[in-house]
């Protein structure tokens, strides 16, 4: 292999909101807050040269108006690898669910 995906990155809405979950999320998965802007944030595993970063930053307002659509144009979805389907079902339980965040299709999948 002569290169791997180093970092994706999202554009939001709204940072705050997305900084609070993000945080959560990626912090439960094991990754750590890397770098910190007023419109930027970005998670990783510190010092690490492998491994892909997640990163999102505000998106500016004539775009942020028309919202996020998975059918549009882009990114479709971003899937995260989980070492078993008991460690997808308690992120959905302790996490997702009491979060109150909408998952696709009926709940976690394969």
Request: charged residues 20%.
């Amino acid at each position: 292999m002569k290169g791997q995906i180093y970092h994706v990155e999202v554009n939001v809405s709204n940072f705050a909101k997305s900084v609070n979950f993000y945080e959560e999320f990626l912090t439960w998965l094991g990754y750590q807050r890397i770098y910190t802007h007023k419109i930027a944030a970005g998670w990783g595993i510190k010092g690490a040269t492998l491994g892909t970063n997640f990163w999102i930053i505000q998106s500016h307002t004539r775009y942020a108006e028309h919202g996020y659509h998975r059918k549009r144009v882009g990114v479709n979805h971003i899937a995260f690898h989980a070492d078993s389907r008991k460690t997808v079902d308690k992120f959905y339980n302790d996490v997702l669910l009491p979060n109150k965040v909408p998952v696709l299709y009926g709940g976690p999948k394969e």
